[in-house]
């Protein structure tokens, strides 16, 4: 059995392909490019594919079937990247990663509590000398009601993580959970957006919740409304954010992830001119703290990314069910 993996990473991923391959008894070819058309050959003689998210088209995915490939192992949660029709019709089988949920949840309280503290302004007056008060007054989170749209792994995880804070948390999802109902008060979605100071996304990218965050719903949050998104870039309609954010009805964002982040996010830009009007804007603007998509990146997320790709592989061809399989 062997994988091709797309897109690895020598400096940290290598070593726990290394370390599973041992584990598993399976074998791996790697690049350090995304798949497209010109290098899908790479994968002859595996019988799976691993990438981070991109561009996973119908024609790509086509094109590994014709060469054998049986599986498309996801290096992330999201599988949303993947032509999911075009695998189904093939018969070909996908699967996501699972890593503890910690990582991006803590991430996102990192997050929240350097927009309600205005911690990115406060630390650029420090590197200018101004240690003066003035426009640095912040809000404590303990006081404030958080509202968390989508309480799956991650946002049951910052549901929970954040009960300590000693804030009020509302929560809305088509599914309620048990275990965070002592936790937070579940609410229908427009009474979450009425009575919440900061608002944290935790949702997929369906369909259905795209442009979850437009003008429509921003109109309905509270003036100076807190937005954090450490989910997917197309949750939130940029238009109507950059414009929110101007006429001061949002009054600050955390945003780990953007609408169009893929050729940008994971390549050194250094000294380049970038086409991206809406991160230049939102790069201008002293109350939005922008990351470059990094709220998984941490060691134990990274083994885990890694290690769900040999185990969808083994199962996959053990003929052993997989929670890493994507059903559709
Ligand atoms: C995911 O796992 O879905 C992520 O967002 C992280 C990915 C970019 C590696």
Same mark, same amino acid.
């Given at each position: 059995m062997r994988i091709c993996f797309y897109a690895l990473r020598e400096y940290d991923e290598l070593a726990y392909c290394e370390k599973c391959k041992e584990e598993f008894g399976i074998d791996y070819? +790697?690049?350090?490019?995304?798949? /497209?058309?010109? @290098?899908?050959? =790479?994968a002859k003689g595996c019988e799976a594919v691993s990438m981070t998210p991109c561009d996973m088209s119908a024609e790509l995915v086509e094109a590994f079937h014709s060469i054998g490939v049986k599986y498309i192992t996801c290096r992330s949660v999201g599988y949303n990247h993947v032509n999911l029709e075009k695998a189904k019709e093939l018969g070909m089988r996908v699967s996501n990663a699972t890593y503890p949920p910690d990582g991006v949840a803590n991430y996102t309280i990192m997050l929240m509590l350097a927009c309600l503290r205005k911690l990115p302004h406060i630390l650029k007056r420090v590197e200018l000398q101004d240690f003066s008060?003035?426009?640095?007054?912040?809000?404590?989170? /303990?006081?404030c009601t958080i509202g968390v749209l989508g309480t799956g792994k991650i946002g049951a995880t910052v549901i929970q993580h954040l009960s300590g804070f000693g804030c009020k948390i509302l929560a809305y999802d088509s599914y309620q959970k048990d275990s965070i109902k002592g936790l937070a008060e579940y609410t229908n979605f427009e009474t979450l957006l009425k009575e /919440?100071? %900061?608002?944290? =996304?935790?949702?997929?990218?369906? @369909?259905?919740n795209y442009h979850i965050v437009c003008n429509e719903s921003i109109a309905k949050m509270k003036e100076g409304i807190v937005i954090i998104n450490t989910a997917r870039g197309n949750l939130i309609d940029s238009d109507a954010l950059i414009q929110g954010i101007q006429s001061g009805k949002i009054g600050a964002a955390g %945003?780990?992830? %953007?609408? @169009?982040?893929?050729? %940008? +996010? +994971?390549?050194?830009?250094?000294?380049?001119? =970038?086409?991206?009007?809406?991160?230049a804007i939102l790069r201008s603007f002293p109350n939005v703290v922008l990351s470059p998509h990094t709220a998984f990146y941490t060691e134990e997320d990274v083994a885990g990314m890694v290690? /769900?790709?040999?185990?969808? =592989? +083994?199962?996959?061809?053990?003929g052993e069910p997989t929670t890493h399989e994507i059903k559709f």
């Open positions: 070819v +790697y690049t350090g490019y995304y798949p /497209s058309l010109e @290098n899908a050959a =790479l008060l003035k426009d640095k007054i912040g809000k404590d989170i /303990s006081s /919440s100071d %900061l608002i944290t =996304l935790h949702m997929n990218a369906t @369909n259905a %945003l780990d992830v %953007l609408e @169009n982040e893929d050729g %940008l +996010y +994971y390549y050194n830009r250094i000294g380049k001119v =970038l086409v991206n009007e809406t991160l290690q /769900s790709c040999f185990e969808s =592989l +083994y199962a996959f061809e053990q």
